[in-house]
């Protein structure tokens, strides 16, 4: 039964989330956001991973 209602839930909210979505401004926001993280992600130095740096 509360899988049942989860799958529900989720499949509403799924909905809801693609009606916004579709909304021409929430399109201009979302575009707005990938822009930003796409900005983001192609600067240098953005955090040492590992193995990255001089060896001791």
């Given at each position: 039964?509360?899988?049942?209602l989860?799958?529900l839930l ?10 916004e ?7 201009a ?5 990938i822009a930003k ?8 130095g953005?955090?040492?991973?590992y193995g990255?740096g001089p060896?001791?």
């Amino acid at each position: 039964m509360a899988g049942m209602l989860r799958k529900l839930l989720a499949s509403g909210i799924a909905a809801k989330v693609v009606q916004e979505a579709s909304k021409p401004h929430n399109q201009a926001k979302i575009k707005a956001f990938i822009a930003k993280m796409a900005d983001q992600n192609k600067k240098p130095g953005g955090g040492r991973g590992y193995g990255s740096g001089p060896s001791r």
